[in-house]
């Protein structure tokens, strides 16, 4: 495998487990919007991809009524929704290990970066990441590509052969290769072995503990 020397990490779905969180502040948004939705597992396919575009996707909603559902749902979210969260089993462990063999660590998510920066503070890990990048609250920088482009300029001192993109969803996959870079799909997140396999990533590892088997010498 490639000796990489920076490692970007998504965060829903690769770093910690949001299901209950984002999914009842889906459920909130809805319900302000007049649709009802009692099934929370039908809101899974949230998690991961810009609100944006899987409001619009999933519920038809047009850009005005896209904005407004989102405003909603972040009344939720910045109250409970972010803290009913919790970190997969063995990610503190591993962040240490990378840290310690000297990888530059970076989150790079489509939430928005302040919220990003909030949960990792919850859950003691911020402290490993070099940088935390994700989306703007107006509602710009939401594609995985931008997020990735905007880091590589941060670290111009470095080739994309040293940087690799770890997720859960295709945005990330295709992200990374669109950037140029090698990526890493986790399947113990949300996206399903049809969509990473599709996404066709670099490699593709099923836990956690894999994941530091590839990274940790």
Do not use: C, W
Not at 31 to 57: C, N, R, V
Not at 86 to 113: H, M, R
């Amino acid at each position: 495998m490639a000796a990489y020397k920076v490692v970007l990490f998504d965060l829903d779905g690769t770093l910690s487990d949001p299901r209950v969180g984002i999914t009842r502040s889906v459920q909130y948004a809805l319900g302000k919007m007049g649709i009802m939705e009692h099934d929370l597992s039908t809101l899974e396919p949230f998690i991961g991809p810009p609100l944006q575009d899987s409001f619009a996707e999933y519920y038809r909603l047009d850009e005005i009524s896209t904005k407004r559902a989102i405003e909603f749902y972040r009344e939720r979210f910045k109250e409970k929704g972010m803290f009913e969260n919790e970190l997969y089993l063995g990610i503190p462990e591993l962040l240490v290990a990378l840290k310690e063999q000297d990888y530059t660590l970076v989150v790079a998510t489509s939430k928005p970066t302040v919220f990003a920066e909030q949960i990792l503070t919850y859950f003691s890990i911020g402290q490993y990441f070099d940088l935390v990048v994700g989306s703007n609250l107006d509602g710009t920088r939401t594609s995985k590509k931008e997020i990735i482009q905007y880091i590589l300029s941060h670290y111009p001192k470095y080739a994309v052969k040293d940087f690799v993109m770890i997720g859960d969803r295709m945005h990330d996959i295709i992200g990374a290769t669109n950037s140029g870079i090698d990526s890493i799909g986790v399947s113990y997140g949300y996206g399903s072995d049809e969509e990473l396999a599709n996404a066709n990533p670099t490699h593709l590892v099923t836990s956690v503990n894999a994941l530091a088997n590839m990274l940790v010498v």
